[in-house]
């Protein structure tokens, strides 16, 4: 219920939202009872059915077994009696369920086929190597340059017709959890071995990749690299111990643990992973270290070295090195 209650919190009360939730497991049955304290302008139906059904990729009507949560009967009746198979939707959330899917790509697919002409397909996965790295797989087999399909955020593509074919392991980290009580109480009386740590029941980390996609070709911020001012990281290999201007998309936050702060970044280009290394914080880089996850920034003077152990390249920011926030 996190998408439905999110956005029903998110949006004005005067603001009308038709939702439709796709849910073939008995988890149904709460949302149907947490969609019921919504407000009236809210109108929620909870189809039980699979995302490919509900999208056509697979056999079988749409919204198969639905439930309406409508205010009155006139909407529930209406509601009902409506084939909504070409209906347009502005939003299509898919969250954390494209790993559990045989085929993502071409659900997907269906899930940009049925937006409005300004609409997003929103994905979010957790943070986890293997559904994070899944994730980056669907949009960039969605996201090609014959497709048409935008990457909204946060990975920009910011040279023309280039699709990046790094590991593409990215992910944002917001603000920890406030533990409710009841979670509290609940780890605190859990049995445990001798060797088990405490925190069973606490996990306040919030960790998770996600992607915006759009049929429209547009994307969060319209800004392009060009040949004359900096490199193609597709190129790093020929730039290895020179220095170079670089456009990046920062894709992480620090993962030092401590030492020399690493940021890993993209152009669009990329083939194999790329770090910003900041060996030492000036006034003219320290941009880098401010700017926000998928923000975008302009690397003057970085020396580009090839990190055998890691098979990556680092891009060292030094007291040389001028980084200027193009894009938050």
Known sequence: GGPALGLHDYRPDDAVVDYHAVEPSAAADVLDHMLDETGRNFRSTIHRTTAEEFLGTEGGADGADDVDNADDAGDADEAAGTDDSDEEFDLIVFGN????????VAVVEAALDRLAADGSVVAFAPADRNTAMGLREVERAVATPE??????????????????????W????????????FQRRLDEAAAREAGDEPGEFVNVDVQFAYA???????RRVDVRASADRCAPMADSESHVTDR?????????????????????????SQTVDHYLVCTRETALNRDLREAGYG??????????????DEGAYNVVVDDETVVDLVAP
């Open 170 to 181: 990215s992910f944002d980290v917001a603000s920890d959890l406030d533990v409710p009580p």
């Open 295 to 308: 923000a975008v920034v302009f690397v003057e003077n970085g020396l580009v070295l090839w990190n055998d």
């Open 212 to 218: 915006i996609l759009r049929p429209d070709g547009r």
């Open 244 to 268: 170079v201007n670089l456009l990046a998309v920062k894709l992480s936050h620090d993962l030092s643990g401590g030492d020399n702060a690493l940021y890993l970044v993209g152009d669009g």
């Open 147 to 168: 497709s048409g399909v935008s990457v909204y955020a946060p990975t920009l593509r910011l040279w023309p017709d280039a699709t990046p074919a790094d590991g593409g």
């Open 97 to 104: 369920v494209l790993s559990e899917l045989d085929d993502p």
